[in-house]
């Protein structure tokens, strides 16, 4: 147990110095007497909220309930609004600023006299962002997820947003319906607070950081507007000063075990391609090398068990109701390293102890499981000499070995101008490059490509995609994402021309393009290195610094190890 004097915050408001004396000072300024906050840990709440994030319209109101919960505890909460990454509405995309909201946490966490962290985020980016930030950080660190929406609604059939709204649109392109039927799936889509409801990133995110040992049991599957969820925010904030007490810090908790039993969950989630790349650049944060090997060998002996969309038929809410991530793990333990500590200060396997599968069909047992193996399959060949990913259990499984002539797309722009071209068949591949972490740049999520409109009025709901982008969780068909290198680098992606045979053969986990070395290395020496994508600003620092995606996407400057020392505050 820590003593009040071993508090870092002490060493800005104990003491004897003209700064302690301000410091006091100006905490009469903020209206408290010094019996409600001396010798108390100074919990930091950061909080994503933000106006134009629907997902976490309701963390704003939440926050009274982690202050609540803090205070009971004899805490001293103090909120720190930091910078909100809404994936509907930042564009590029907010993978562009992931790394700008770690080093904001990373960086409030530092500077404040703070000795306790309270993360509250979970549309999709934040939760990496807030982890990063705050491994590196060090203190004690507990994640209160936003929690997913309530299950979408339209003429009496279940939606899940994001998932049904690329099926709807194809339908609407397919001429399957029209005007009237979209007005009303527009607002039905999304209808209430949180975060997607489908096994999209943020689930996969936030059900991670759980696993990982840093939310209360059970918390990231509560939907946002459940009583459960206000209760939840209430037991985060009494136990993180707990945490500070016990010295309880995120260091202990993140080890190599615990990135291991994230991957085995996201796997058994059916969980987000995105989840690849974040987990990466988070281990990296705690000193961890992770690399994409770790990924396939773990997917080849963890089953999919989580029936949910889009990868399976429910959604969040209903994936809750069924017990949740403890009912999932509960069927796992044997592939998890439950004597690991969560912030709970107890081991995994006694959060567990009470979890239960309430129902087989959304969380299902190991002799039925949704896929037998997980689902992302890591490909290497001379298209993707560093790695590239494939969810193939969103995948219609004819295609998942096949051969075809590429179309490609030089980017976004011409992709939009030139995908309705009537040459284009169901066994095309089609082949998308400039969309990487510096091509895109921040990998948009471009990676699930449309299909031409002649061919789905034919009927084809699939076919064989390929970039270096990154592709929404909520987003399903064969679409091989993250090649890496990419093309703006001069990967072999940028190699590659129409009418190029392309093999992908995921059981053995290749990616061919049917191209001798002496022609590729020919079209090597014609290739031009396209401009930098940003003269100034943030843009040109994360050019200089962005590793590519089998690396994480992190800064190389953030990903390295070290030591930065603690202000002084005297
Ligand atoms: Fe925020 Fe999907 S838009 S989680
Ligand atoms: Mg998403």
Request: net charge negative; hydrophobic share 40%.
């Given at each position: 147990?820590?003593?009040?004097?071993?508090l870092?915050?002490?060493?800005?408001?104990?003491?004897?110095?003209?700064?302690?004396?301000?410091?006091?000072?100006?905490?009469?300024?903020?209206?408290?007497?010094?019996?409600?906050?001396?010798?108390?840990?100074?919990?930091g709440?950061?909080?994503?909220?933000?106006?134009?994030?629907?997902?976490?319209?309701?963390?704003?109101?939440?926050?009274?309930?982690?202050?609540?919960?803090?205070?009971?505890?004899?805490?001293?909460?103090?909120?720190?609004?930091?910078?909100?990454?809404?994936?509907?509405?930042?564009?590029?995309?907010?993978?562009?600023?992931?790394?700008?909201?770690?080093?904001?946490?990373?960086?409030?966490?530092?500077?404040?006299?703070?000795?306790?962290?309270?993360?509250?985020?979970?549309?999709?980016k934040?939760?990496?962002?807030?982890?990063?930030?705050?491994a590196?950080?060090?203190?004690?660190?507990?994640?209160?997820?936003?929690?997913?929406?309530?299950?979408?609604?339209?003429?009496n059939?279940?939606?899940?947003?994001?998932?049904?709204?690329?099926?709807?649109?194809?339908?609407?392109?397919?001429?399957?319906?029209?005007?009237?039927?979209?007005?009303?799936?527009?607002?039905?889509?999304?209808?209430?607070?949180?975060?997607?409801?489908?096994?999209?990133?943020?689930?996969?995110m936030?059900?991670?950081?759980?696993?990982?040992?840093?939310?209360?049991?059970?918390?990231?599957?509560?939907?946002?507007?459940?009583?459960?969820?206000?209760?939840?925010?209430?037991?985060?904030?009494?136990?993180i000063?707990?945490?500070?007490?016990?010295?309880?810090?995120?260091?202990?908790?993140?080890?190599?075990?615990?990135y291991?039993?994230?991957?085995?969950?996201?796997?058994?989630?059916?969980?987000?391609?995105?989840?690849?790349?974040?987990?990466?650049?988070?281990?990296?944060?705690?000193?961890?090398?992770?690399?994409?090997?770790?990924?396939?060998?773990?997917?080849?002996r963890?089953?999919?068990?989580?029936?949910?969309?889009?990868g399976?038929?429910?959604?969040?809410?209903?994936?809750?109701?069924?017990?949740?991530?403890?009912?999932?793990?509960?069927?796992?333990?044997?592939?998890?390293?439950?004597?690991?500590?969560?912030?709970?200060?107890?081991?995994?396997?006694?959060?567990?102890?009470?979890?239960?599968?309430?129902?087989?069909?959304?969380?299902?047992?190991?002799?039925?499981?949704?896929?037998?193996?997980?689902?992302?399959?890591?490909?290497?060949?001379?298209?993707?000499?560093s790695?590239?990913?494939?969810?193939?259990?969103?995948?219609?499984?004819?295609?998942?070995?096949?051969?075809?002539?590429?179309?490609?797309?030089?980017?976004?722009?011409?992709?939009?101008?030139?995908i309705?071209?009537?040459?284009?068949?169901?066994?095309?591949v089609?082949?998308?490059?400039g969309?990487?972490?510096?091509?895109?740049?921040?990998?948009?999520?471009?990676?699930?490509?449309?299909?031409?409109?002649?061919?789905?009025?034919?009927?084809?709901?699939?076919?064989?995609?390929?970039?270096?982008?990154?592709?929404?969780?909520?987003?399903?068909?064969?679409?091989?994402?993250?090649?890496?290198?990419e093309?703006?680098?001069?990967?072999?992606?940028?190699?590659?021309?129409?009418?190029?045979?392309?093999?992908?053969?995921?059981?053995a986990?290749?990616?061919?393009?049917?191209?001798?070395?002496?022609?590729?290395?020919?079209?090597?020496?014609?290739w031009?290195?396209?401009?930098?994508?940003?003269?100034?600003?943030y843009?040109?620092?994360?050019?200089?610094?962005?590793?590519?995606?089998?690396?994480?996407?992190?800064?190389?400057?953030?990903?390295?190890?070290?030591?930065?020392p603690?202000?002084?505050?005297?």
């Amino acid at each position: 147990m820590k003593a009040p004097e071993e508090l870092r915050s002490h060493r800005w408001f104990g003491g004897d110095e003209l700064r302690n004396f301000s410091h006091r000072a100006r905490g009469r300024q903020l209206g408290y007497n010094p019996e409600e906050h001396l010798g108390k840990p100074v919990i930091g709440i950061l909080n994503t909220w933000s106006d134009i994030n629907p997902c976490h319209m309701h963390l704003r109101e939440r926050a009274e309930q982690v202050k609540r919960g803090v205070w009971q505890a004899g805490g001293f909460p103090l909120e720190f609004p930091v910078a909100t990454l809404s994936e509907t509405y930042q564009k590029p995309t907010p993978m562009l600023y992931r790394n700008l909201l770690a080093m904001e946490t990373e960086e409030i966490l530092r500077s404040y006299p703070i000795d306790g962290a309270v993360l509250m985020g979970g549309c999709d980016k934040t939760t990496p962002a807030l982890l990063m930030g705050a491994a590196s950080a060090g203190l004690p660190a507990i994640f209160v997820p936003a929690g997913p929406m309530l299950r979408g609604h339209w003429r009496n059939e279940v939606l899940g947003s994001g998932t049904d709204m690329w099926k709807y649109w194809d339908d609407k392109r397919a001429g399957l319906i029209g005007d009237a039927e979209m007005s009303e799936l527009e607002r039905g889509l999304a209808r209430s607070p949180g975060h997607c409801m489908t096994m999209g990133t943020a689930s996969t995110m936030t059900s991670a950081a759980e696993v990982l040992g840093m939310t209360l049991p059970g918390a990231a599957s509560i939907p946002a507007v459940d009583s459960a969820h206000h209760r939840m925010a209430a037991a985060s904030g009494a136990r993180i000063v707990d945490m500070v007490w016990e010295d309880l810090t995120i260091t202990r908790i993140l080890d190599k075990r615990a990135y291991a039993d994230a991957i085995t969950t996201v796997l058994a989630l059916g969980g987000s391609t995105n989840a690849v790349i974040h987990l990466i650049a988070m281990a990296g944060r705690s000193g961890i090398p992770l690399s994409l090997a770790d990924f396939d060998a773990i997917a080849r002996r963890v089953p999919v068990l989580a029936n949910i969309r889009p990868g399976g038929d429910w959604l969040m809410e209903d994936f809750y109701y069924a017990g949740g991530l403890p009912g999932l793990l509960s069927r796992l333990t044997d592939l998890l390293h439950t004597d690991r500590v969560t912030v709970t200060g107890r081991t995994l396997e006694a959060d567990l102890a009470a979890a239960r599968v309430h129902n087989d069909d959304v969380i299902r047992p190991r002799d039925n499981p949704v896929a037998a193996e997980g689902g992302v399959a890591v490909l290497h060949g001379n298209l993707a000499p560093s790695g590239a990913v494939i969810k193939h259990i969103a995948a219609e499984p004819h295609l998942l070995t096949h051969t075809g002539p590429a179309v490609v797309f030089e980017n976004y722009t011409d992709l939009k101008k030139r995908i309705e071209d009537p040459s284009i068949t169901a066994d095309s591949v089609l082949v998308l490059r400039g969309s990487g972490p510096l091509g895109g740049p921040g990998m948009p999520e471009y990676g699930m490509l449309p299909i031409p409109a002649h061919l789905l009025a034919a009927g084809v709901r699939d076919m064989v995609r390929l970039s270096d982008a990154r592709m929404s969780g909520t987003s399903y068909g064969a679409c091989v994402l993250h090649v890496a290198p990419e093309s703006h680098v001069g990967g072999p992606l940028a190699l590659v021309r129409d009418g190029d045979l392309i093999t992908l053969d995921v059981p053995a986990r290749t990616l061919h393009l049917d191209v001798s070395d002496e022609e590729l290395e020919r079209r090597r020496a014609e290739w031009t290195a396209p401009a930098p994508r940003f003269e100034r600003g943030y843009g040109a620092l994360y050019s200089e610094h962005i590793t590519q995606a089998d690396e994480g996407c992190d800064f190389d400057f953030l990903a390295r190890a070290g030591h930065n020392p603690e202000p002084d505050a005297g």
